[in-house]
Every structure is written in C-alpha cells, then in structure tokens.
C-alpha cells in the first residue's frame, strides 16, 4: 500500500516555526528515501529536505540550512521537517515524497515515486 499523508501546515508571521509531519505506510517508508518539497504557483517544485531511512543520512536545500530539521519516527512510519526562524520566501506548499523500494541513493535529486498530496505553509512579514 502507498500512503503519504502530509499534515501541520499552517499561517505564522516571519521568525515563526512549524513542524510538518508526513504519515507513510510501511511499504513507502522501510528503506527508502523520503524527502520534503516545496512548490509555489508558477515556479517549480524543488527539494528542500531529504532523508534515507537506510542509513539516517540527509540532505538539505541550502537555503534552508541552520532553519530546517529533517527528522524520522521508525515506529510510525513518519517524518518530519521542523521549520524555524521561517521566512516569507518560505510560503508554499509542502509535499513528501519517497522513492521506490528498490532505489538505492537518496538525495536532493534523487529519482521520486510517490508524492503525498501537499499542506499549505503561509508566512507573513
């Protein structure tokens, strides 16, 4: 079964912090490489946060470095992105996403399979 269930998006001011949380199923999680996006209208979808269940490494967008935290829940099948000191460049919204069970790397550019239906992020100045 794929199930990626995001939820925690929300409107704070700038300087504010939120913690996104991504519910998968065991068969989308064990193993893998799961990872945060973030899209806004009219711009692309890019990676901010990434990390392989395999070995706990992670990979982070740059511009989210020292704010963002990618983190993980064995035993729920879920991770997480806590976002601090948020800024208003950071309104989107914020989909998971993991690779196939048999992909063997993870990082921002990995190859991604299955998507989660997004929760929106506003920040305000």
């Known amino acids: 079964q794929i199930r990626l269930a995001e939820s925690g998006g929300d409107s704070v001011q700038a300087g504010g912090s939120l913690r996104l949380s991504c519910e998968a199923s065991?068969?989308?999680?064990?193993?893998?490489?799961l990872g945060w996006f973030r899209q806004v209208p009219g711009k692309g979808r890019e990676a901010v946060a990434t990390v392989y269940i395999r070995d706990n490494s992670t990979s982070y967008l740059d511009d989210v470095k020292g704010r963002f935290t990618i983190s993980r829940d064995d035993a729920e099948y879920t991770i997480y992105l806590q976002m601090n000191n948020l800024e208003p460049d950071d309104t989107a919204v914020y989909s998971c996403?993991?690779?196939?069970?048999?992909?063997?790397?993870?990082?921002?550019?990995?190859?991604?399979?299955?998507w989660g239906q997004g929760t929106q992020v506003t920040v305000s100045s």
């Open positions: 065991p068969y989308t999680y064990n193993g893998n490489c």
């Open positions: 996403a993991a690779t196939h069970p048999l992909w063997i790397s993870c990082g921002l550019t990995t190859n991604w399979a299955y």
